[in-house]
Protein backbone atom coordinates (compact mmCIF):
# COMPACT_ATOMS: atom_id res chain seq x y z
CA UNK A 1 0.00 0.00 0.00
CA UNK A 2 3.21 2.24 0.05
CA UNK A 3 2.23 5.13 -1.92
CA UNK A 4 -0.97 4.37 -2.87
CA UNK A 5 -3.79 7.12 -3.10
CA UNK A 6 -6.83 5.58 -0.77
CA UNK A 7 -10.18 7.38 -0.23
CA UNK A 8 -12.31 5.89 3.12
CA UNK A 9 -15.70 6.95 3.32
CA UNK A 10 -17.18 7.44 6.95
CA UNK A 11 -13.70 7.66 8.19
CA UNK A 12 -14.23 10.17 11.52
CA UNK A 13 -14.85 7.77 13.40
CA UNK A 14 -15.14 4.08 14.10
CA UNK A 15 -14.55 1.50 11.28
CA UNK A 16 -13.27 4.05 8.81
CA UNK A 17 -11.29 5.52 11.17
CA UNK A 18 -9.21 2.52 12.14
CA UNK A 19 -9.44 1.72 7.74
CA UNK A 20 -7.86 5.31 7.44
CA UNK A 21 -5.15 4.81 10.28
CA UNK A 22 -4.01 1.28 8.95
CA UNK A 23 -4.05 2.13 5.29
CA UNK A 24 -1.83 5.45 6.81
CA UNK A 25 0.40 2.77 8.83
CA UNK A 26 1.19 0.85 5.75
CA UNK A 27 2.50 3.98 3.63
CA UNK A 28 -0.77 4.96 1.68
CA UNK A 29 -1.95 8.54 1.10
CA UNK A 30 -5.55 8.42 2.56
CA UNK A 31 -8.65 11.16 1.76
CA UNK A 32 -10.07 10.72 4.83
CA UNK A 33 -14.16 11.88 3.97
CA UNK A 34 -16.51 12.42 6.79
CA UNK A 35 -20.22 13.85 6.77
CA UNK A 36 -18.76 16.19 10.22
CA UNK A 37 -16.18 18.43 9.15
CA UNK A 38 -14.54 18.67 12.27
CA UNK A 39 -14.02 14.69 12.74
CA UNK A 40 -12.72 13.88 9.11
CA UNK A 41 -10.21 17.18 10.03
CA UNK A 42 -9.36 15.18 13.46
CA UNK A 43 -8.91 12.20 11.62
CA UNK A 44 -6.87 13.43 8.84
CA UNK A 45 -4.48 15.68 10.58
CA UNK A 46 -3.92 12.75 13.20
CA UNK A 47 -2.36 10.00 9.70
CA UNK A 48 -1.23 13.09 8.01
CA UNK A 49 -3.93 12.86 5.67
CA UNK A 50 -6.57 15.21 3.92
CA UNK A 51 -9.56 15.14 5.25
CA UNK A 52 -12.34 15.39 2.50
CA UNK A 53 -15.87 15.80 4.76
CA UNK A 54 -19.15 16.10 2.85
CA UNK A 55 -21.76 13.49 1.55
CA UNK A 56 -20.18 10.24 0.61
CA UNK A 57 -22.14 10.07 -2.59
CA UNK A 58 -19.70 13.07 -3.60
CA UNK A 59 -16.65 11.82 -1.85
CA UNK A 60 -14.78 10.49 -5.49
CA UNK A 61 -13.93 13.66 -7.57
CA UNK A 62 -12.87 15.85 -4.08
CA UNK A 63 -10.95 13.45 -2.87
CA UNK A 64 -9.74 12.27 -6.02
CA UNK A 65 -8.19 15.99 -6.69
CA UNK A 66 -7.16 15.94 -2.90
CA UNK A 67 -4.87 12.68 -3.76
CA UNK A 68 -3.68 14.26 -7.00
CA UNK A 69 -5.71 12.67 -9.37
CA UNK A 70 -5.51 9.38 -9.07
CA UNK A 71 -7.61 6.79 -6.83
CA UNK A 72 -5.92 3.23 -6.12
CA UNK A 73 -8.18 2.04 -3.50
CA UNK A 74 -11.53 3.00 -2.33
CA UNK A 75 -13.46 2.20 0.62
CA UNK A 76 -16.70 2.18 0.69
CA UNK A 77 -17.72 2.49 4.79
CA UNK A 78 -20.13 5.19 5.26
CA UNK A 79 -23.02 3.54 6.42
CA UNK A 80 -26.55 4.52 8.05
CA UNK A 81 -27.57 1.74 10.51
CA UNK A 82 -31.24 2.32 10.07
CA UNK A 83 -34.19 0.34 12.60
CA UNK A 84 -37.32 -0.56 11.80
CA UNK A 85 -39.81 -2.71 10.71
CA UNK A 86 -41.99 -2.57 7.10
CA UNK A 87 -43.66 0.07 8.91
CA UNK A 88 -40.88 2.79 8.60
CA UNK A 89 -41.21 6.04 6.98
CA UNK A 90 -40.54 5.86 3.71
CA UNK A 91 -38.19 8.70 3.60
CA UNK A 92 -35.96 6.11 6.14
CA UNK A 93 -36.02 3.39 3.32
CA UNK A 94 -35.05 5.82 0.83
CA UNK A 95 -31.96 7.45 3.13
CA UNK A 96 -30.82 3.72 4.01
CA UNK A 97 -31.01 2.81 0.55
CA UNK A 98 -29.19 6.09 -0.93
CA UNK A 99 -26.13 5.66 2.12
CA UNK A 100 -25.79 1.80 1.98
CA UNK A 101 -26.04 0.97 -1.71
CA UNK A 102 -26.20 3.82 -3.97
CA UNK A 103 -23.43 5.68 -2.78
CA UNK A 104 -21.42 2.58 -3.67
CA UNK A 105 -22.96 2.53 -6.98
CA UNK A 106 -22.16 6.17 -7.79
CA UNK A 107 -18.46 5.61 -6.65
CA UNK A 108 -18.30 2.63 -8.56
CA UNK A 109 -19.17 4.36 -11.36
CA UNK A 110 -16.85 7.43 -10.98
CA UNK A 111 -13.72 4.85 -10.58
CA UNK A 112 -13.95 2.20 -12.59
CA UNK A 113 -13.65 4.08 -16.03
CA UNK A 114 -10.30 5.25 -15.25
CA UNK A 115 -9.52 1.77 -13.43
CA UNK A 116 -10.32 -0.67 -15.66
CA UNK A 117 -8.18 1.73 -18.30
CA UNK A 118 -4.91 0.84 -15.92
CA UNK A 119 -6.30 -2.39 -15.07
CA UNK A 120 -6.12 -2.31 -11.68
CA UNK A 121 -8.47 -0.89 -8.65
CA UNK A 122 -9.59 -1.97 -5.39
CA UNK A 123 -13.13 -1.27 -3.96
CA UNK A 124 -13.67 -2.38 -0.53
CA UNK A 125 -17.22 -2.36 1.00
CA UNK A 126 -17.89 -2.22 3.98
CA UNK A 127 -20.97 -4.50 4.45
CA UNK A 128 -22.04 -6.11 8.08
CA UNK A 129 -23.32 -9.77 9.19
CA UNK A 130 -26.32 -8.39 8.27
CA UNK A 131 -25.41 -8.39 4.84
CA UNK A 132 -25.24 -11.98 4.34
CA UNK A 133 -27.87 -12.73 7.38
CA UNK A 134 -30.10 -10.25 8.94
CA UNK A 135 -30.42 -8.13 11.98
CA UNK A 136 -33.74 -8.01 14.03
CA UNK A 137 -35.78 -5.00 13.96
CA UNK A 138 -33.77 -3.24 11.31
CA UNK A 139 -35.67 -3.87 7.99
CA UNK A 140 -34.29 -0.86 6.42
CA UNK A 141 -30.79 -1.50 7.50
CA UNK A 142 -31.25 -5.37 6.94
CA UNK A 143 -32.43 -5.16 3.54
CA UNK A 144 -30.11 -2.58 1.90
CA UNK A 145 -26.77 -4.47 3.48
CA UNK A 146 -28.06 -7.19 1.71
CA UNK A 147 -27.88 -4.90 -1.49
CA UNK A 148 -24.76 -3.37 -0.93
CA UNK A 149 -23.41 -7.24 -0.88
CA UNK A 150 -24.91 -7.95 -3.89
CA UNK A 151 -23.43 -5.09 -5.18
CA UNK A 152 -20.22 -5.92 -4.59
CA UNK A 153 -20.27 -9.38 -5.46
CA UNK A 154 -21.31 -8.55 -8.94
CA UNK A 155 -18.59 -5.94 -9.07
CA UNK A 156 -16.13 -8.52 -8.35
CA UNK A 157 -17.70 -11.30 -10.51
CA UNK A 158 -18.29 -8.39 -13.62
CA UNK A 159 -14.89 -7.28 -13.85
CA UNK A 160 -12.28 -9.43 -11.85
CA UNK A 161 -10.95 -10.60 -15.33
CA UNK A 162 -9.87 -6.60 -16.23
CA UNK A 163 -7.77 -6.10 -12.53
CA UNK A 164 -10.61 -4.78 -10.19
CA UNK A 165 -10.21 -6.30 -7.02
CA UNK A 166 -13.32 -6.39 -4.45
CA UNK A 167 -13.69 -7.37 -0.63
CA UNK A 168 -16.39 -6.99 1.08
CA UNK A 169 -16.25 -7.04 4.84
CA UNK A 170 -18.99 -8.26 6.79
CA UNK A 171 -18.76 -8.20 10.59
CA UNK A 172 -21.13 -8.88 13.06
CA UNK A 173 -21.28 -6.60 15.81
CA UNK A 174 -18.21 -3.60 16.75
CA UNK A 175 -17.82 -1.48 18.82
CA UNK A 176 -18.83 1.75 17.54
CA UNK A 177 -20.98 4.86 17.74
CA UNK A 178 -23.89 2.54 15.75
CA UNK A 179 -23.46 -0.61 18.16
CA UNK A 180 -24.54 2.22 20.80
CA UNK A 181 -27.55 3.22 18.48
CA UNK A 182 -28.55 -0.12 17.77
CA UNK A 183 -29.88 -0.18 21.14
CA UNK A 184 -32.14 -3.57 22.78
CA UNK A 185 -31.50 -5.41 19.54
CA UNK A 186 -27.84 -4.83 19.59
CA UNK A 187 -27.09 -5.52 23.10
CA UNK A 188 -28.97 -8.77 22.44
CA UNK A 189 -27.24 -10.05 19.62
CA UNK A 190 -23.75 -8.30 18.67
CA UNK A 191 -22.73 -7.00 22.17
CA UNK A 192 -22.07 -10.45 23.35
CA UNK A 193 -19.42 -11.38 20.41
CA UNK A 194 -18.66 -7.69 19.62
CA UNK A 195 -15.13 -6.69 18.65
CA UNK A 196 -12.97 -3.44 18.57
CA UNK A 197 -12.56 -1.57 14.80
CA UNK A 198 -9.04 -2.61 14.87
CA UNK A 199 -9.72 -5.92 14.75
CA UNK A 200 -11.45 -5.24 11.28
CA UNK A 201 -8.86 -3.11 10.03
CA UNK A 202 -6.77 -6.48 10.67
CA UNK A 203 -8.84 -8.77 9.03
CA UNK A 204 -9.19 -6.86 5.91
CA UNK A 205 -5.34 -6.88 5.84
CA UNK A 206 -5.73 -10.02 5.98
CA UNK A 207 -8.14 -10.74 3.29
CA UNK A 208 -5.63 -8.37 0.88
CA UNK A 209 -2.84 -10.67 1.90
CA UNK A 210 -4.69 -14.11 0.78
CA UNK A 211 -6.71 -12.25 -2.26
CA UNK A 212 -10.03 -13.13 -0.80
CA UNK A 213 -13.52 -11.42 -1.59
CA UNK A 214 -15.14 -11.94 1.56
CA UNK A 215 -13.68 -10.64 4.83
CA UNK A 216 -15.06 -12.22 8.12
CA UNK A 217 -14.15 -10.61 11.21
CA UNK A 218 -16.32 -12.79 12.86
CA UNK A 219 -14.72 -16.24 11.51
CA UNK A 220 -18.70 -17.67 12.58
CA UNK A 221 -20.34 -15.81 10.37
CA UNK A 222 -19.15 -18.64 7.30
CA UNK A 223 -20.85 -21.35 9.83
CA UNK A 224 -24.16 -19.26 10.13
CA UNK A 225 -23.88 -18.45 6.23
CA UNK A 226 -23.70 -21.85 5.22
CA UNK A 227 -26.70 -22.91 7.87
CA UNK A 228 -28.58 -19.96 5.90
CA UNK A 229 -28.05 -21.99 2.73
CA UNK A 230 -28.20 -25.54 3.45
CA UNK A 231 -31.51 -25.37 5.83
CA UNK A 232 -33.07 -21.65 5.59
CA UNK A 233 -36.36 -22.80 7.57
CA UNK A 234 -34.19 -24.50 10.69
CA UNK A 235 -32.39 -20.98 10.16
CA UNK A 236 -35.34 -18.62 10.12
CA UNK A 237 -37.05 -20.91 12.82
CA UNK A 238 -34.01 -19.83 15.06
CA UNK A 239 -33.90 -16.36 14.19
CA UNK A 240 -37.48 -16.41 14.84
CA UNK A 241 -36.45 -17.59 18.56
CA UNK A 242 -33.89 -14.88 18.61
CA UNK A 243 -36.88 -12.31 17.02
CA UNK A 244 -39.10 -13.71 20.50
CA UNK A 245 -36.78 -13.24 22.85
CA UNK A 246 -36.06 -9.81 22.15
CA UNK A 247 -39.44 -8.70 22.08
CA UNK A 248 -40.53 -10.59 25.62
CA UNK A 249 -37.48 -8.10 26.89
CA UNK A 250 -39.09 -4.68 25.41
Known amino acids: MRDKAVVVTGAGAGIGAALARRFAAEGARVAVNDLDPDKAKAVADEIGGVAVPGDASAAVEPARDALGGTVDVYCANAGLASGGTEAADEQVWA??????????????????PGWLERGEGRFVSTVSAAGLLTMVGAAPYSVTKHGAYAFAEWLSLTYRHRGLKVHAICPQGVRTDMLTAAGSAGELVLAPTAIEPEDVADALFAGIADDRFLILPHPEVAGYYAARAAEPDRWLGNMNHIQQKWEAAQ
Open 95 to 112: RAWDVNVMAHVRAAHALL
